[in-house]
């Protein structure tokens, strides 16, 4: 008896996933639970474990390959007698019953759609890409297991040849490359946050200099515990006690009811540049950490970050963003709000700058600061509020600690 295993929900809205390598072969032997797949979604890289026990008969995608939720991942042969067929659990959800080699599920019967061919060898997913680039599946030759016809063979088939009107025009030179993984994602999302916000950037400048003084005079013992201080974590702190007086920051619209939503807890999506591109870890209750707690949390999610083993949840739930391209060398930007929040605030790099101090010019060290919100939500006055009470506490750091709660 075979079984068929499919790609389970993976929660949080997750739609598909991008198989990165196989961890068994095709004629391997399984155990229940045992890891088959690592695979890549929009949130992190997990690895799946096979619901049933029995012999790997078929893989029905190629590693690179991205496979919606449901599709089919690999066959199973069971052994011993044929069970009684039950429901194919996923790890968030259920997914519907596993078809019968005549296509068919229990009492249901499947139309045949031209989307759904069989006499084309392809997954849903590679269909979907085929209709949005305009490729015509029919008569293409599949590079797959058994001829199938993978998402590569679909996009060199684009690439051969556009259809504009009537005429076909040969493609240009030059280098194409796919956008895949955490690259693909990062457009689709910075595509959706355009498209259902509606967002300014407030900028400003503050003078930091005793906020330096007082990294510097503290990173010296911290490096000693293996730890890391940047000033990331002060930011943290100064932005969750400003939101304390401007709430309608930490917050979420929601659009079917007119209404917004006050959240009641502060957790801040720091912005991550890694090699497989920009990911966003979640530190939980900023206000009931201190400066040093947070810098700790940094630490461990930024590593596990770029090591890709970093926990969907630690990606999940963010109700403001930090950004800090500063770091790059970037002063002013306009970052993109991290969609369903209403705001982000980019860091800009610390510099030298000839400042008015106490009546007189001198040099500071000066950081330049970008407010993205959402309009709907604040007006132009509020955020500059907002920013410039942010400000004041990382130009006096000391109030950071007087209005600690």
Same mark, same amino acid.
């Given at each position: 008896?075979?079984?068929?295993?499919?790609?389970?929900?993976?929660? *949080?809205?997750?739609?598909?996933?991008?198989?990165?390598?196989?961890?068994?072969?095709?004629?391997?032997?399984?155990?229940?639970?045992?890891?088959?797949?690592?695979?890549?979604?929009?949130?992190?890289?997990?690895?799946?474990?096979?619901?049933?026990?029995?012999k790997v008969l078929k893989f029905?995608?190629?590693?690179?390959?991205?496979?919606?939720?449901?599709?089919?991942?690999?066959?199973?042969?069971?052994?011993?007698?044929? +069970?009684?067929?039950?429901?194919?659990?996923?790890?968030?959800? *259920?997914?519907?019953?596993?078809?019968?080699?005549?296509?068919?599920?229990?009492?249901?019967?499947r139309p045949s759609t031209p989307?759904?061919?069989? *006499? !084309?060898?392809?997954?849903?997913?590679?269909?979907?890409?085929?209709?949005?680039? +305009?490729?015509?599946?029919?008569?293409?030759?599949?590079?797959?297991?058994?001829?199938?016809?993978?998402?590569?063979?679909?996009?060199?088939?684009?690439?051969?040849?556009?259809?504009?009107?009537?005429?076909?025009?040969?493609?240009?030179?030059?280098?194409?490359?796919? +956008?895949?993984?955490?690259?693909?994602?990062? @457009?689709?999302?910075?595509?959706?946050?355009? +498209?259902? #916000?509606?967002?300014? #950037?407030?900028?400003?400048?503050?003078?930091?200099?005793?906020?330096?003084?007082?990294?510097?005079?503290?990173?010296?013992?911290?490096?000693?515990?293996?730890?890391?201080?940047?000033?990331?974590?002060?930011?943290?702190?100064?932005?969750?006690?400003?939101?304390?007086?401007?709430?309608?920051?930490?917050?979420?619209?929601?659009?079917?009811?007119?209404?917004?939503?006050?959240?009641?807890?502060?957790?801040?999506?720091?912005?991550?540049?890694? #090699?497989?591109?920009?990911?966003?870890?979640?530190?939980?209750?900023?206000?009931?950490?201190?400066?040093?707690?947070?810098?700790?949390?940094?630490?461990?999610?930024?590593?596990?970050?770029?090591?890709?083993?970093?926990?969907?949840?630690?990606?999940?739930?963010?109700?403001?963003?930090?950004?800090?391209?500063?770091?790059?060398?970037?002063?002013?930007?306009?970052? !993109? !709000?991290?969609?369903?929040?209403?705001?982000?605030?980019?860091?800009?790099?610390?510099?030298?700058?000839?400042?008015?101090?106490?009546?007189?010019?001198?040099?500071?060290?000066?950081?330049?600061?970008?407010?993205?919100?959402?309009?709907?939500?604040?007006?132009?006055?509020? @955020?500059?509020?907002?920013?410039?009470?942010?400000?004041?506490?990382?130009?006096?750091?000391?109030?950071?600690?007087?209005?600690?709660?």
């Amino acid at each position: 008896m075979s079984f068929e295993f499919r790609l389970p929900d993976l929660g *949080e809205g997750t739609t598909e996933a991008e198989i990165i390598c196989w961890l068994v072969k095709e004629g391997d032997r399984v155990e229940e639970h045992q890891l088959v797949v690592e695979v890549e979604t929009d949130k992190a890289v997990v690895e799946l474990p096979t619901p049933r026990a029995g012999k790997v008969l078929k893989f029905h995608c190629q590693e690179g390959e991205v496979v919606a939720v449901g599709g089919v991942l690999l066959t199973i042969e069971e052994g011993g007698v044929a +069970q009684e067929r039950r429901p194919s659990f996923g790890i968030v959800g *259920e997914l519907p019953e596993a078809e019968d080699e005549s296509g068919a599920t229990q009492g249901k019967t499947r139309p045949s759609t031209p989307a759904t061919d069989p *006499e !084309i060898r392809a997954l849903p997913a590679v269909r979907a890409l085929a209709k949005e680039l +305009q490729v015509d599946l029919s008569g293409l030759a599949g590079s797959g297991p058994d001829n199938a016809i993978s998402a590569e063979d679909v996009r060199a088939a684009a690439v051969r040849s556009t259809t504009v009107g009537d005429q076909t025009k040969t493609v240009g030179p030059g280098e194409r490359v796919p +956008q895949k993984g955490i690259r693909r994602v990062i @457009a689709r999302r910075i595509k959706e946050a355009q +498209q259902k #916000t509606a967002f300014v #950037t407030s900028m400003d400048e503050f003078d930091v200099s005793r906020l330096r003084d007082l990294k510097k005079r503290e990173e010296a013992h911290l490096s000693e515990r293996g730890l890391h201080l940047t000033f990331l974590p002060f930011f943290m702190k100064a932005v969750q006690h400003a939101l304390i007086t401007y709430p309608r920051f930490n917050a979420r619209l929601d659009e079917e009811h007119d209404e917004l939503v006050l959240l009641p807890d502060c957790h801040m999506g720091v912005a991550v540049d890694t #090699t497989a591109g920009l990911m966003v870890p979640v530190v939980r209750d900023v206000a009931r950490k201190s400066i040093l707690e947070l810098a700790e949390e940094l630490q461990r999610l930024s590593e596990r970050a770029h090591q890709r083993s970093i926990d969907l949840e630690d990606l999940q739930g963010s109700t403001f963003t930090l950004t800090n391209f500063g770091s790059y060398g970037g002063l002013f930007a306009t970052p !993109i !709000i991290n969609y369903p929040n209403v705001a982000i605030l980019g860091c800009g790099r610390i510099r030298e700058k000839p400042w008015v101090f106490k009546g007189e010019i001198a040099v500071r060290h000066i950081l330049p600061l970008s407010l993205t919100f959402d309009h709907r939500v604040s007006d132009g006055a509020e @955020a500059c509020r907002f920013l410039n009470h942010v400000g004041r506490y990382l130009e006096d750091p000391g109030l950071l600690f007087i209005e600690s709660i």
